[in-house]
């Protein structure tokens, strides 16, 4: 594959007749079966949403794992047909990862290792697993892995099908070096969508060899991305504390005679997909009480309980905005069969029955249906937007109240990634405080019209100056550079420089 192949325009940018393979555990649909048809919808979580679009940049091909009986039924018509669902631009290819598999690498590994650990809740795991069963788990977690880049070397080899890979988040951080192995040549990237946490907190519940194994694994890719400085450093530090060969400058980390580059790009939104229900913003807007509004699904590191106390505290502390303000809460449950996750939805809803019970029916409603037109219409319609995650890679939600609401003040955890880039504009809070909270949500709810126009504004160029058009194009680009320095390395006679 030549370099030369990536540019047009300017170094290492993918021109929009090339191809592109994305990988991710989850698709970018999932199908239901409505009566005697299979339909689909548009799957959820904040990668799909970012990755949606990239087609409008390069032809892709998206590789992804089923989720569902219905999803399995549609794998399984393609084996026996052959080719890929969709034409044109993007087209799909599911796995059917037997479903014992599935559980282990995706539910008991990904989801309840890597996700607790990363966010830094490793202390909230009900019956966490010892050593023995970590690394067991682990192997699961690379066998999983080999499915996919099996498949994603099948793909490549299609005529004219691709010239580059991309793979993303923390369920394939085995993926790139084995993608390498089956593709020496290809430029591969890899993005890490959650935070990356210090040595001493991946050391609670993984033990070296582990984390070591998914840090060769993610190195096998050319450019790794991360949403912030502080991942990209203490991932950096996590290798060179275990891998003896591993020696970086920042940008670029050396190990075993490659390099791979070390990225910042904050994922964001795509203005243009934002589109509204309506008739939902009139009909809130037409109660005259002032709207507090959240959209999260019932996670641990969404801090959802916090965020209902945070308000009946306010309005203890404050008995004159009794009846006079409203919490409208899109939370969605998650992950209900983990002890974790239902303990989290029984707090939220045992928090925000409290404030119902002493200061009336409906002063917190929750929403628990997903609805991505209504929820966007919420945002826009809200006088206050409260975002307060204990940990958070990104945070689109706050973005997308940014671009959506002119006149909203956005309570926002400074653990969340978006507050780096909505800081001038946002009222940032502790999520840990409740108190810090309410005293955040008076503040929002009592600041002046003109002063939250101001912040608003802010809050939508720092979102719009940096688009999902602008992190994909960087991503190609990153990609490119790698591609070119790689073939300057081989032609002053060093191979495996990349």
């Not at 219905?70 to 052959?82: H, I, T």
């Not at 539910?107 to 970590?134: K, M, T, Y």
């Not at 006079?324 to 209900?336: I, K, L, N, Y």
């Not at 219409?377 to 890679?393: I, K, P, T």
Request: proline share 6%; charged share 30%.
């Amino acid at each position: 594959m030549r370099a030369a192949q990536l540019g047009r325009g300017g170094a290492g940018v993918l021109r929009r007749e090339d191809s592109l393979l994305l990988v991710t555990s989850r698709a970018p649909v999932t199908f239901a079966r409505r009566g005697a048809r299979l339909r689909f919808d548009r799957g959820a979580g904040g990668v799909v949403t970012a990755l949606s679009h990239l087609s409008r940049a390069t032809p892709v091909t998206w590789i992804a794992a089923t989720a569902g009986s219905e999803d399995r039924e549609v794998a399984a018509a393609q084996r026996e047909r052959g080719g890929v669902l969709g034409s044109g631009r993007l087209t799909l290819r599911l796995l059917d990862i037997p479903e014992e598999l599935f559980a282990d690498f995706y539910g008991a590994f990904s989801n309840r290792i890597l996700w607790f650990v990363q966010h830094g809740l490793w202390p909230l795991r009900v019956d966490p697993e010892p050593v023995e069963r970590v690394r067991a788990l682990a192997r699961r977690y690379l066998e999983a892995a080999r499915i996919f880049a099996d498949a994603v070397s099948r793909e490549a080899h299609r005529p004219e099908r691709s010239v580059a890979v991309m793979s993303h988040d923390y369920q394939l951080y085995a993926l790139p070096r084995l993608v390498r192995e089956r593709l020496p040549g290809l430029p591969l990237a890899h993005f890490v969508h959650i935070p990356w946490p210090r040595l001493e907190v991946w050391r609670r519940a993984v033990p070296d060899d582990v984390l070591a194994t998914l840090l060769r694994g993610a190195l096998g890719a050319d450019v790794l991305g991360f949403q912030d400085e502080g991942s990209r450093r203490e991932f950096a530090a996590c290798a060179g504390a275990l891998l003896p060969e591993a020696e970086t400058d920042g940008e670029r980390l050396t190990h075993g005679g490659r390099r791979t580059l070390l990225r910042v790009r904050p994922v964001s939104i795509d203005p243009r997909d934002l589109r509204p229900s309506e008739a939902r913003a009139r009909a809130l807007r037409e109660d005259p009480r002032v709207l507090v509004v959240r959209v999260d699904r019932v996670d641990p590191i969404k801090n959802v309980p916090r965020g209902f106390r945070a308000f009946g505290q306010l309005l203890e502390r404050r008995p004159d905005l009794a009846g006079r303000v409203r919490f409208v809460a899109r939370v969605v449950p998650s992950r209900v069969q983990l002890p974790e996750y239902a303990r989290e939805w029984d707090e939220a809803t045992a928090a925000a029955g409290a404030v119902n019970a002493r200061h009336g029916p409906g002063t917190v409603e929750i929403v628990k249906r997903p609805d991505r037109g209504r929820a966007l219409a919420e945002l826009r319609a809200a006088d206050v937007v409260l975002v307060n995650s204990v940990a958070d890679g990104m945070n689109l939600v706050a973005k997308e109240a940014a671009v959506l609401n002119p006149r909203a003040a956005i309570v926002l955890s400074r653990a969340a990634g978006a507050y780096a880039e909505l800081a001038e504009g946002a009222i940032g809070i502790d999520p840990l405080s409740v108190e810090d909270t309410a005293s955040a949500l008076e503040r929002a709810i009592d600041m002046p019209d003109e002063e939250r126009r101001r912040r608003a504004g802010l809050m939508r160029e720092a979102v719009l100056r940096w688009t999902s058009r602008d992190w994909m194009r960087a991503l190609m680009s990153d990609l490119g550079e790698a591609a070119e320095q790689a073939a300057t390395e081989r032609i002053r006679g060093n191979p495996r420089a990349f």
